[in-house]
């Protein structure tokens, strides 16, 4: 038997980093490389017309921000045309704002009661600049997913109400998905993989964890298995924790 972390570690990089060795995450932005072969392009506000472009220099995939809000067929055409690989979605989420308010009706014996604006925890796509769109983000990847994309990074600041949330995402999507912190790059981010079983996650740059910090986040993701051919090809990964500290100097590999 051999013990193993079944968690994938990459990291975001800058413009001025490039090219590095890896599958690595970048934000679209002025001052790309022309060249963006194995680099994963987190795009925001851009059209169409950037995607393609960014497509035509290499980028290993893009991945659709609030295009794929406003024009899903673009998000159909561009998975048509440079094929499902290539294409994903970034999905910039926070928690749905609960509001409260006097219901109109008073059914309880005259009394009317404080109800609230919704039942159910979830979490809320945002557009670039952090404004909130009313759309539900489970739904909402499931649909990309859906029109063929083979990526999801969900940006987001988990809370410990979130923790069911991201566990049902990965149970219905699996390594679809990559997480990733939004605001707060230096979250504790053992509770997502211990309770949010998340099991693919985006490092800032620069990550300040040191290396024990790394091995508690991923102690959660640790499996015993058969020391086998195919143990020997997952094991690819044992190791990862440690190598991804903010001295680590290179991406673990994303995919």
């Known amino acids: 038997m051999k013990q193993i972390s079944t968690l994938k570690l990459a990291r975001w990089v800058e413009a001025e980093e490039l090219p590095v060795g890896g599958v690595c995450f970048v934000e679209d932005r002025a001052g790309l490389p022309e060249s963006l072969a194995q680099l994963n392009v987190a795009m925001g506000a851009g059209g169409e017309a950037r995607a393609v472009e960014l497509l035509a220099r290499g980028a290993e995939r893009v991945l659709l921000g609030e295009l794929a809000l406003t024009d899903s067929a673009a998000v159909e055409r561009l998975v048509a045309q440079y094929g499902g690989e290539r294409v994903g979605v970034w999905v910039r989420s926070a928690p749905t704002a609960v509001s409260w308010s006097l219901a109109a009706e008073a059914p309880n014996a005259g009394f009317k009661c404080m109800m609230p604006s919704t039942g159910v925890a979830g979490w809320d796509v945002l557009l670039n600049d952090g404004t909130p769109t009313e759309t539900d983000a489970e739904w909402w990847i499931a649909r990309m997913l859906e029109r063929g994309v083979s990526l999801v990074l969900v940006s987001i600041d ?14 219905n999507h699996g390594d679809k998905l990559w997480f990733s912190p939004r605001l707060d790059p230096d979250a504790d981010l053992e509770p997502w993989v211990r309770w949010g079983q998340a099991r693919q996650l985006v490092l800032p740059t620069p990550n300040l964890r040191d290396e024990a910090e790394m091995v508690r986040i991923g102690a959660p993701a640790m499996v015993m298995v058969e020391e086998s051919a195919d143990a020997v090809a997952v094991a690819e990964i044992d190791g990862a924790i440690s190598g991804a500290d903010a001295h680590a100097g290179e991406c673990l590999r994303a995919a």
């Open 158 to 171: 988990l809370q410990d109400a979130d923790m069911n949330i991201c566990a049902t995402l990965v149970l």
